[in-house]
């Protein structure tokens, strides 16, 4: 496994980790928080690209809990400070706050997993230059022997153990991929490159969803079993 990744806020960047728990609702501490507005529905990047700019991490690294925000004017904030909203309604030009997920505000399932041979590809297709994983928001990152790209695309139905005693997940289905994948995560400038191979190569997929079956530790260059 080359990286674990977690997103304390929904569509916020997030934090790279060297071990995290994972239980049923995913990585301890992932997509517990969004934006919401008068609808209360979590806001996505999908839609409110702004909220790109900010990111999150968590002060209580085991827990995940203690959720810091920092502001794209620089400010690290505590995720309830009313400064964080304010510049938040800023940003998206209406009325908008954290709000605390039980369950986690996830797309289609807890965990996202992709692999560093799908990577490769990709970065293929935008002149050789290394594309930052960063834009696919992935949690789990696998390094594979076989370094054939989109080799996750088999994966639907199978059983992953992470680690020798380790969470087991069970992926469920294919990423579709959108136009978050555009932006730089520092800059936010858009490139289309990427998501223009996507179209053209995969039909817009990349990557696989995967829920929780068995919880557990997990550490970057822990071993993955698949059956």
């Excluded at 934006?35 to 909220?51: C, G, T």
């Excluded at 304010?86 to 009325?95: C, F, K, M, N």
């Excluded at 706050?97 to 490769?120: C, F």
């Excluded at 005693?165 to 990427?194: I, K, M, Q, W, Y």
Aim: net charge negative; aromatic share 8%.
């Amino acid at each position: 496994m080359s990286d674990l990744w977690r997103f304390p806020v929904k569509s916020f960047g997030g934090e790279r980790v060297r071990r995290c728990f994972v239980g049923p609702f995913g990585l301890m501490g992932d997509r517990r928080y969004a934006a919401v507005d008068d609808d209360v529905e979590p806001l996505s990047a999908r839609r409110a690209h702004a909220l790109l700019a900010f990111g999150a991490r968590c002060e209580d690294h085991d827990a995940g809990e203690g959720i810091h925000v920092t502001t794209p004017g620089g400010w690290e904030l505590p995720w309830d400070d009313p400064a964080v909203a304010a510049e938040l309604s800023i940003a998206l030009g209406r009325d908008v706050r954290l709000a605390r997920s039980a369950v986690g505000a996830h797309d289609a399932a807890p965990i996202h997993l992709l692999s560093t041979g799908s990577l490769g590809a990709v970065s293929d297709w935008i002149d050789g230059e290394e594309v930052d994983r960063r834009r696919f928001r992935a949690n789990v990152i696998v390094e594979m022997n076989d370094s054939r790209p989109f080799a996750e695309a088999a994966w639907v139905g199978a059983t992953i153990t992470l680690g020798d005693d380790g969470p087991v997940l069970h992926v469920v289905s294919p990423t579709e991929r959108c136009a978050v994948t555009t932006f730089d995560p520092d800059t936010l400038a858009r490139d289309n490159r990427v998501l223009a191979g996507l179209a053209r190569e995969t039909e817009n997929l990349f990557g696989v969803y995967a829920v929780v079956a068995r919880s557990g530790w997990v550490e970057v260059g822990a071993p993955i079993r698949m059956a």
